[in-house]
């Protein structure tokens, strides 16, 4: 279906500063950007402000602009990141220390990441391991216990989860099934 213009649907147009012509004031510029950014997900105060800088929208004009989608509640990086946290335990399964990380390359403050974080508790982390041992584990079964342990310990480890809860929630799971490893998890655990 074509739109006004000649375009299709609702896309922008390609060319232009951000499809606002040539003489599109900065800071028209830069609430498009903004807008067509936050339409498609929620996204940092610091995502939106790099996506600015890059089509050369000045600095204060910037500010101004994030500022004031701030002030009217359509940037909150707190509740980004809690839903941010949220989203990526439960449906990812990841550690806390694996969202920390997500969240900083997101540009999210320490200090909102720590407050985010704090929604997922030891036990809820461990849980969250334990599912993501026995999905592993399962998936493995036909493997000798050995290399059943290395993969379900490189899959937690790229997850984030520290070493020593995977090994024990891995010993664990296989002792359940009357699997012996001996002392291959804390071999790996040791990364020998």
Known sequence: M???GGRRGDEPPASGASGLGE???????ARAIALRLLASSARSRSQLAEAMQRKDVPDDVAARVLD???EVG???DAEYARMLVRTRHAERGLSRRAIGVELRRRGIDDEVASDALGEV?????????????RRKLASTARLDPQVRARRTFAALGRRGYPAALVSRLVREALAEEGA???DVA???ARGE
């Open 74 to 76: 359509l940037i909150d």
């Open 121 to 133: 508790d030891d036990e809820d982390e461990e849980e969250a391991a334990r599912a993501l041992v």
């Open 180 to 182: 012996e490893i001996g």
């Open 68 to 70: 004031r989608f701030t």
């Open 23 to 29: 003489e599109a004031d900065p800071e028209s510029v």
């Open 186 to 188: 804390e071999d790996i």
């Open 2 to 4: 074509r739109g006004r």
